[in-house]
């Protein structure tokens, strides 16, 4: 079992930044990374970014790259979405994922 806890998110307006925290407690899967997706309203969730469990590879939706950087810091378990330049169409509930396991979802909005 692996227990996914997002937060961070929140209000900001266009142009802001926010970082997202996600934070694993219990088993880990060798062999899957750890995502990040978001879902808008009125649309399908979508993949964002993801990381290795190393943390050496990395890769991004394009609508969010040169913007959004994931991260992650192995001791503390937990896996970051540092997003800048947040524009309107980044509003979206983001959930972290690892393996077949999802968190809850922390909202984003972003105003204009």
């Known amino acids: 079992q692996v227990q996914l806890v997002e937060s961070g998110g929140g209000l900001v307006q266009t142009g802001g930044s926010l970082r997202l925290s996600c934070a694993a407690s219990?088993?880990?899967?060798?062999?899957?990374?750890m995502r990040w997706f978001r879902e808008a309203p009125g649309k399908e969730r979508a993949f964002v970014a993801r990381i290795s469990l190393s943390g050496d590879t990395t890769s991004y939706a394009g609508s969010v790259k040169g913007r959004f950087t994931i991260s992650r810091d192995n001791a503390k378990n937990t896996v970051y979405l540092q997003m800048n330049d947040l524009k309107p169409e980044d509003t979206a509930v983001y959930y972290c994922n690892h393996n077949n396991y999802w968190g809850q979802g922390t909202q984003v909005t972003v105003s204009s």
């Open positions: 219990g088993r880990t899967y060798s062999g899957y990374d």
